[in-house]
T-cell receptor, first 114, second 111 residues
Framework: EPEVTQTPSHQVTQMGQEVILRCVPI?????FYWYRQILGQKVEFLVS????????KSEIFDDQFSVERPDGSNFTLKIRSTKLEDSAMYFC????????????FGPGTRLTVT | SQKIEQNSEALNIQEGKTATLTCNYT??????LQWYRQDPGRGPVFLLL?????KEKRKERLKVTFDTTLKQSLFHITASQPADSATYLC??????????FGKGTRLSVIA
C-alpha cells in the first residue's frame, strides 16, 4: 500500500540553525499538509499546499517557516532559525484529490532544538 | 471560543468489551468529522469519516455516531482487543478552516 514517507526520523539542531524536513507524499496525491505535535499536545495545522502554492497557513506558520515542492515528488518544510519551542514532531500529510477528505500522514520527524 | 474536547484523557477497558470514546465541540459547524488512531511516536492513521448529514457510520468493529444537535460524536470499538490500545483523535473540518484535532483519548485494552 502506498504511504507517505518522511526524512529524517529524528533531527537534532542548535537554536538559530536552519532545518529542512523532507516528505514524499503518495504519488497521485494533490493536496499536501504540514502539522506539528508538541509532546503531549494536540496535532496542530501549519500549512496546506496545492498547485504549487500555499493555500492556507496557521498563525504558527510565520516568516521563519517556508514550504517547497522542488520536484514532482518531494515536499519540504524549512525552518530558517530554529527556536527551542520548535521542538516537536512534524507530520506531513496528503490527500488524493478535492472531495476526498481522509488525510494520509507520514511517520513524522522528531525535531529537537537544543 | 472554538473548542474540541475529548472528554477522557485515558480509558481502560477489559478485552472483549465495547470501548466508547466521546468528542464534543463548541462554536463549530463541522461539515464532517473524522477519527484517527495514533500510536506512540507515529503519525495519525485515518479510520472513519462521518458527514454532518449522517447519523452513523460503521467499519468492521468500529462505529461512529454524529449528533449535530448535541455537538457530539461517539466512537465505539466493539469486541475490543489489546491491539486496539492506542490514542484516538477526533478532527473537525468546517469548510472554512483547516482540519482541527482534539487532544485524543488514550485507550488501553487489558487482556
Amino acid at each position: 500500500e502506498p504511504e507517505v514517507t518522511q526524512t529524517p526520523s529524528h533531527q537534532v539542531t542548535q537554536m538559530g540553525q536552519e532545518v529542512i524536513l523532507r516528505c514524499v507524499p503518495i504519488s497521485n496525491h494533490l493536496y499536501f499538509y504540514w502539522y506539528r505535535q508538541i509532546l503531549g499536545q494536540k496535532v496542530e495545522f501549519l500549512v496546506s499546499f496545492y498547485n504549487n502554492e500555499i493555500s492556507e497557513k496557521s498563525e504558527i506558520f510565520d516568516d521563519q517557516f517556508s514550504v517547497e515542492r522542488p520536484d514532482g515528488s518531494n515536499f519540504t518544510l524549512k525552518i530558517r532559525s530554529t527556536k527551542l519551542e520548535d521542538s516537536a514532531m512534524y507530520f506531513c500529510a496528503s490527500i488524493e484529490r478535492g472531495g476526498r477528505y481522509e488525510q494520509y500522514f507520514g511517520p513524522g520527524t522528531r525535531l529537537t532544538v537544543t | 471560543s472554538q473548542k474540541i474536547e475529548q472528554n477522557s484523557e485515558a480509558l481502560n477497558i477489559q478485552e472483549g468489551k465495547t470501548a466508547t470514546l466521546t468528542c464534543n465541540y463548541t462554536n463549530y459547524s463541522p461539515a464532517y468529522l473524522q477519527w484517527y488512531r495514533q500510536d506512540p511516536g507515529r503519525g495519525p492513521v485515518f479510520l472513519l469519516l462521518i458527514r454532518e448529514n449522517e447519523k452513523e457510520k460503521r467499519k468492521e468493529r468500529l462505529k461512529v455516531t454524529f449528533d449535530t444537535t448535541l455537538k457530539q460524536s461517539l466512537f465505539h470499538i466493539t469486541a475490543s482487543q489489546p491491539a486496539d490500545s492506542a490514542t484516538y483523535l477526533c478532527a473537525l473540518f468546517s469548510g472554512n478552516t483547516p482540519l482541527v484535532f482534539g487532544k485524543g483519548t488514550r485507550l488501553s485494552v487489558i487482556a
